[in-house]
């Protein structure tokens, strides 16, 4: 079963594409319900996490939903309701983008002056966390939280992940010649044993370009979901579902790929950084 974000969000968009396809608007299901229109709209846009099976009955009924397409729905909603990993760790992760992270089937992720999360050691992680003013507890938490997403890697829906990584990230570590060889040797054994993982540096020498803007990641999903991009803020980022906005990161992460070095070269210079420095 894929994540309950992503089941959550499909059962929204079905839920609108119903009423639409009954012939009512967001005014009329409101009336007829004793609802009020901004309970329905966060229904269907998905800002209520947790409707009921009572609930999405009665739309269903409304919009003359029957037989094994309503039970489809209803199991949708049994199913968005579930409580998964990762809110047992909302201290030190979005679960909004962990969510849908869990459901993708490809994800292109660009992290700025980091190394990916999913290609973290846990001493980069902790190293990081320290950084953030995390103390010991929560910094356990943080790299706990991160082996946990890195399971996707070998399980789960993810099919292809492909990750530009800025060489800066990794000299930013070079002062603890244990932890830069480490975290080297981690990217390598990814991308060289898995079928899934694809990397590639991206040289300081490369100079200014436009994922300078900040960090961001794509994913995409299975039965025509529509692609989300993630972008990174400093207090916290946000999920972008507007098709231009997506397709504007696509750009970025298009221009990123081409200066960054090959996935061949990438392994080549990772692993002389991990043997010589």
Request: hydrophobic share 40%; with cysteine.
């Amino acid at each position: 079963m894929t994540s309950p974000t992503v089941r959550r969000r499909r059962l929204s968009a079905e839920l609108r594409r119903r009423r639409v396809q009954a012939g009512l608007t967001l005014n009329d299901v409101a009336e007829e319900l004793e609802w009020s229109p901004a309970k329905l709209g966060h229904i269907e846009t998905g800002i209520r996490k947790w409707p009921s099976v009572m609930e999405i009955s009665a739309l269903l009924r409304l919009y003359g939903v029957t037989g094994g397409q309503r039970e489809a729905i209803l199991t949708l909603v049994r199913e968005s309701r579930l409580r998964p990993w990762w809110t047992e760790y909302e201290d030190v992760l979005s679960s909004a983008y962990v969510g849908n992270e869990a459901g993708a089937v490809s994800i292109q992720s660009y992290a700025g002056i980091l190394v990916p999360d999913l290609l973290q050691t846990p001493d980069y992680t902790a190293a990081l966390a320290r950084s953030l003013g995390r103390d010991g507890r929560a910094a356990e938490r943080m790299v706990a939280a991160h082996l946990k997403r890195q399971e996707i890697l070998d399980s789960g829906s993810l099919v292809r992940y492909h990750a530009v990584v800025e060489e800066d990230a990794l000299q930013r570590v070079s002062a603890d010649l244990g932890l830069l060889r480490a975290q080297a040797s981690r990217i390598v054994e990814l991308a060289t044993q898995s079928e899934r993982v694809t990397v590639q540096l991206l040289p300081t020498s490369a100079g200014p370009h436009a994922g300078l803007a900040g960090p961001f990641s794509i994913l995409e999903f299975e039965e025509d979901e529509a692609d989300l991009a993630y972008v990174e803020a400093t207090q916290g980022g946000g999920i972008i579902e507007a098709e231009e906005s997506v397709r504007s990161c696509r750009r970025v992460w298009q221009d990123l790929t081409r200066i960054a070095a090959s996935s061949q070269a990438t392994v080549g210079i990772l692993r002389r950084m991990a043997l010589l420095t």
